[in-house]
């Protein structure tokens, strides 16, 4: 399975952004799927998931939304109101073997990663 983010970029702080993740794989819709970040020092943190409903992160509940398209095996991260601490990589990340759960998973549950996109927000 490949994983292919993109939409990451610059933007002020207040405004919006669109993370898309492109997978491969014949069975995409019973993949679990989730946004992770990391930003400078810090270590990587969860940020989103979904497998038939989304789980959020105290710090985005609000103010992104991880939706999924089976069809085009592709997973969304809409992120407004951005602050400039939503500043940091931010990498999709997909569990393709069960067993399943509702909630979230973490990081080491992922079967595979992408290579991350750049999420920049000004003051």
């Known amino acids: 399975v490949q994983l292919v983010e993109s939409g990451g970029g610059l933007v002020q702080a207040g405004g919006s952004l669109r993370l898309s993740c492109a997978a491969s794989?014949?069975?995409?819709?019973?993949?679990?799927m989730g946004w992770f970040r990391q930003a400078p020092g810090k270590e990587r943190e969860f940020v989103a998931a979904i497998s038939w409903r989304g789980y959020y992160a105290d710090s985005v509940k609000g103010r992104f939304t991880i939706s999924r398209d089976n069809a085009k095996n592709t997973v969304y991260l809409q992120m407004n109101s951005l602050k400039p601490e939503d500043t940091a990589v931010y990498y999709c990340?997909?569990?393709?073997?069960?067993?399943?759960?509702?909630?979230?998973?973490?990081?080491?549950?992922?079967?595979?990663w992408g290579q991350g996109t750049q999420v920049t927000v000004s003051s």
């Open positions: 990340a997909a569990k393709t073997r069960p067993p399943y759960r509702s909630g979230t998973y973490s990081p080491d549950e992922y079967d595979y």
């Open positions: 794989g014949r069975t995409f819709s019973s993949y679990a």
